[in-house]
């Protein structure tokens, strides 16, 4: 629970920053105008780390977001940011995840609900069996 109109306006601030992190071009941006040799930088970043426990992730839009602030915990990854091939790739997976994400979801609760219904169709034969032995 927030205390006061200040605890609110940073939990609001933190909350879009890390939200940013989610845009491949953005952490571009953030390598290109030296943000990630900024010592002060690395450190809110490690700061803000907080954002993956679950009483806070909860308010996230945008999941990629805390896969990204992971990886900004490491200097090789920030390195790569300067790189637009880095970039592109980041881009281009990241298109793919959800282009193929709800096709594979789907296909998962499908299967997920035949299992359930096979085990229901067990249970009733289970129960219909013990019912006739009584």
Known sequence: KMENEEEKTRFILELEF???LANPEYLHYLAHSGYYRD???INYLEYL???MKPEYA???????CLYFLSSLQ?????DSLNNPNTIKLLIEQQNLHWEHYKNNRLRQTQKENESD???????ESENNSNNNNQ
């Not at 909860?58 to 990629?64: C, G, K, M, S």
């Not at 219904?117 to 249970?123: A, D, H, P, R, W």
């Open 18 to 20: 890390i939200q940013c």
């Open 39 to 41: 010592k002060a930088f």
């Open 49 to 51: 780390q907080y954002w």
């Open 58 to 64: 909860q308010f996230i839009t945008y999941p990629h």
């Open 74 to 78: 490491k200097e090789e990854f920030r």
């Open 117 to 123: 219904n096979i085990n229901q169709q067990e249970n």
